[in-house]
C-alpha cells in the first residue's frame, strides 16, 4: 500500500463557478496535496453553463435528448476541469483534466440518462503514483459505440461515489455551497441543525423527498459499495455531514430530519367510472409519459370513484395531457397547484411505535388540513396546503426534538 | 463509385454565430442533401466562443498554453457541431457530431499549435454511405497520447482540407460571411472587384501580407494535395472564389491584388555596433521568443549601423523586451506604429517586368514616403505611413488594371 492517502473530491457547480472560485479550490487542493492527501478531483461544469446549453438545445428542439444533446452538455465539464488543471498547475502543482472517453467510464447507451457500466483505474492508480492531480469531469460517460453519454440529475455526485468505488476508497468528499446536511431547511424551521451524521436510507428517503442536496442515485451507489459520503462546504474547513451505514453509526435517532418539498401538485378526478381497470389504464399511460407519481388517494362516492394524486410541478402539463387524451371530456381533470409535501425521516422509526400518533398529533394542533399520507418504514409524508408549510414544518421539528438549544 | 458528390464544407464562426444562422446552415445543407450531394461538414466555434474562453484561460494565467488550454478551446466546437447536427436531426437527415478523437484526427502533441499527421476515414466513409451527415470539430485533433490538442489561428479551415485530401476529393468548400476574395479591401478600395479564380500561390502571398480571409497553412495544404478550395458566401447561394493550381487557371494576370496590413509596427535600433554578430544575437533572440519577422532594412552610418524590421503589433511588447534584454541599455529601441504595409500580388509578374517600375511610379506620383521594400517573385510590398494607405491602395488597384467597371 501507498503512504499517502487518496481520497476522491467532487466540486459542484457553484463551486467552480466563477475564476475566482477555481482558484480557491485550487488553493485547498493545493493545501491538501501538501498536507499528505493525493486528492481525485471530480468537477461540475460552472454554475448556470449546463442551463445555457440546455437553453440553446431546446431554442432549436426542446424535445431532442439523442447524442448531440448530450455531446453539447458534456462541454460544460469540459471547461471547468481545463479551468481548474491550469490554476493548478500555476501553483507548480501537477494535474491533469480527463474526459469520460480518456479515463474509461462506460456507460449504456441511454442518452441523458446513461448508467455507468464500468470505470477503468489504472490510468486514475498511474497519474496519482505520479503525484499528479486527475480533474475528472463528471456527469459523462462514454457508451459501447464510443458516443459521449450524460448521467441525468446528479450525475456528478454519482461519477465521484462512482469512481471511488471503482478505485475501492471507503471515501467520497462531496464538497458544496452548504456547510452540512440540515435537519429542516434553514430557511423555513430557524432552529434547523446541521447533521453531523447520517444514514444512507435516511439520506435516500430524504432525497425522494424533496431534499437536494445529494441525488437518490447517488447515495444509492455509495450504499451499495459501502462508500461512506461526507458532505462539506467548499468554503469552509470543518467537517460536515457523513452518510454511511446505519450499523457503523453510533446511534439511530427516531427522526432524523424534516424534509419538504414546495414544488408539490395534486391532481384530482373527480368522476371516474367505478373499477380498477380506468386506474390502471391511466397509471400506465402517464408511467410511459414519464411522469413520476408521488402519492395516491382514492375513495367511492355513489356510481363514481374519485383519485387524487401528487406530482412535481415540472410534470403538469404533460400530465393534463395525458389524462385529458386517456378519459376524454367526460371526466373532471382538476389540480391544486397551493401545495406542499412535509415529511419526517429517521431509520429509528422501524423500531419505535408512536411516530405517526405524534405527527398527526403535531398537524392537529396547527389546524392543518391534510390531502394526502403516506408511509414507509422510515418516514411519514403528507401533502398539505401550502400557506400552512411553514407552521407544519417548525412544529413537526420541534415535537420530535430537534430544535437547536 | 458512388453516385452522389461528397462535398467537404466548412463553415467559420459567424456562419454558426447563432441559432437562426445554425438553423440556415442546416436549411442549406438539407437543400444540398436533397440535391443529390453528401455534405462533409467541419464547423468552427460559435463567433466570438473562442475568444471568451481565451480569456478565461488567461485570467488564471496568460502564459499556460499546455494540453489543459487545448482541451478547454476544443470544448467550442463540441458545442457548434451539437447544435448544427440537432437542427439537421429536426430536418429529418441523420447527422453525427464528431470530434477529433471519434474521427481519429492524429497530430503531434504541441499543444495549442499541433500539425495534423493523419486522419482516418474508414468511419467517415462508412457514414457518408449509410446517408448520415458527419458534423466534424474543427480546429482540434489528438495526440498519441489521447490529448486533445488544437491547431492554432485558421485550424479549421486546415482541418476541412485535410479531411478532404484524405478522403481523396478534388474540391473543398470554404463557408464564409463574405461572398468572396476581393482584388482589394472594399472597405478601403471602392473599385474592388470579386474574383472568381486564384492561384494557391497568391492566396498564400495574400495571407503572408495580410488578407484574412484564410490562413496560409491551409491553402499550403490544399496546394499540396491539389484540393480546390471554394471560398464562398454562407448567406447567398452564388459562387465565390476558386482558389486552384496555376496551370488549371485560363488566365494568370500580372497582377491580381492589393493586400494590405494595418496593424504593422516598425522597430528601429539607430546606433548598433558595426559587424554581423549583433544581428545575429538579435534574430537568434527575436525567433526565440516566437517574433515573426516581416521586412528587414540595414544601413551604415559612420562607426554604427542602423537596423530597421516590421512586425505585427501584438508582438510589439515582446519584441522590446527581448531588444532591451539582448542590447541593453546603450542602444537605442525606437518604434513606429503609425505606419501600414501595402502589396500587390499576381503570378503573372514572374514573366512580365516592369512592376516594380509601374509600383514605385504608382507610389510616387501620390508623394507617399517608403520605410521599407521587399519583393518575391510574385509579390512587391511596401512599409508606408498609415494614413497614405487608402491613397496607395486605391492607386495601386487603379495602375494595376483591377478597378471594377
Redesign the interface.
Known amino acids: 500500500m501507498s503512504e499517502y492517502q487518496i481520497m476522491v473530491k467532487k466540486f459542484g457547480g457553484t463551486s467552480v463557478g466563477s475564476?475566482e472560485r477555481?482558484?480557491a479550490v485550487a488553493d485547498r487542493l493545493v493545501s491538501d496535496y501538501h498536507n499528505g492527501q493525493r486528492p481525485v478531483v471530480v468537477a461540475s461544469a460552472m454554475s448556470g453553463e449546463t442551463n445555457r446549453?440546455v437553453n440553446?438545445?431546446n431554442?432549436?428542439?426542446p424535445r431532442?435528448r439523442?447524442?448531440?444533446?448530450d455531446?453539447?452538455l458534456?462541454?460544460g465539464e469540459?471547461?471547468s476541469?481545463?479551468?481548474l488543471?491550469?490554476?493548478l498547475?500555476?501553483r507548480g502543482v501537477k494535474?491533469?483534466?480527463m474526459?469520460a472517453?480518456?479515463l474509461g467510464i462506460l456507460t449504456d447507451s441511454l442518452h441523458s440518462k446513461a448508467k455507468i457500466h464500468s470505470i477503468k483505474t489504472d490510468k486514475l492508480r498511474g497519474l496519482v503514483d505520479e503525484g499528479i492531480i486527475p480533474i475528472i469531469a463528471g456527469f459523462q460517460g462514454m457508451s459501447e459505440e464510443?458516443?459521449i453519454t450524460t448521467l441525468g440529475r446528479g450525475g456528478s455526485d454519482t461519477s465521484a461515489v462512482a469512481i471511488a468505488a471503482a478505485m475501492e476508497l471507503d471515501t467520497c468528499e462531496i464538497y458544496t455551497d452548504v456547510p452540512a446536511v440540515c435537519s429542516a431547511d434553514p430557511r423555513l424551521v430557524k432552529k434547523a441543525s446541521e447533521l453531523t451524521e447520517l444514514s444512507f436510507s435516511e439520506m435516500m428517503e430524504m432525497a425522494s423527498l424533496g431534499s437536494r442536496v445529494l441525488h437518490h442515485r447517488c447515495v444509492e451507489l455509495a450504499a451499495k459499495y459501502k462508500v461512506k459520503l461526507h458532505v462539506r462546504s467548499t468554503f469552509e474547513t470543518r467537517e460536515g455531514t457523513w452518510i454511511m451505514r446505519e450499523e457503523d453509526r453510533l446511534e439511530n435517532p427516531v427522526v432524523t430530519a424534516v424534509t419538504h418539498d414546495a414544488s408539490t401538485v395534486i391532481i384530482r378526478l373527480l368522476n371516474l367510472p367505478l373499477g380498477t381497470e380506468v386506474l390502471s389504464t391511466i397509471f400506465t399511460a402517464l408511467a410511459e409519459g414519464e411522469v413520476m407519481i408521488d402519492i395516491i388517494g382514492q375513495g367511492q362516492a355513489n356510481e363514481f370513484q374519485r383519485l387524487s394524486f401528487s406530482i412535481t410541478e415540472e410534470d403538469l402539463h404533460r400530465t393534463l395531457d395525458i389524462c385529458k387524451n386517456v378519459l376524454g371530456n367526460e371526466v373532471d381533470v382538476a389540480y391544486d397547484k397551493d401545495v406542499a409535501k412535509i415529511a419526517v425521516v429517521g431509520v429509528g422509526m422501524r423500531n419505535h411505535p408512536g411516530v405517526a400518533a405524534k405527527f398527526f398529533q403535531s398537524i392537529h394542533e396547527h389546524k392543518i388540513p391534510i390531502h394526502l399520507v403516506t408511509t414507509s418504514d422510515i418516514s411519514i409524508s403528507a401533502v398539505i396546503g401550502r400557506e400552512k408549510l411553514q407552521d407544519a414544518a417548525t412544529s413537526l421539528h420541534q415535537s420530535f426534538g430537534l430544535d437547536q438549544d
Not at 66 to 69: I, K, L
Open positions: 475564476i477555481i482558484e446549453l440553446l438545445a431554442d432549436i428542439n431532442y439523442g447524442p448531440a444533446y455531446m453539447l458534456a462541454s469540459q471547461v476541469i481545463s479551468l488543471s491550469i490554476a498547475e500555476k494535474a491533469r483534466p474526459l472517453y480518456q464510443q458516443m
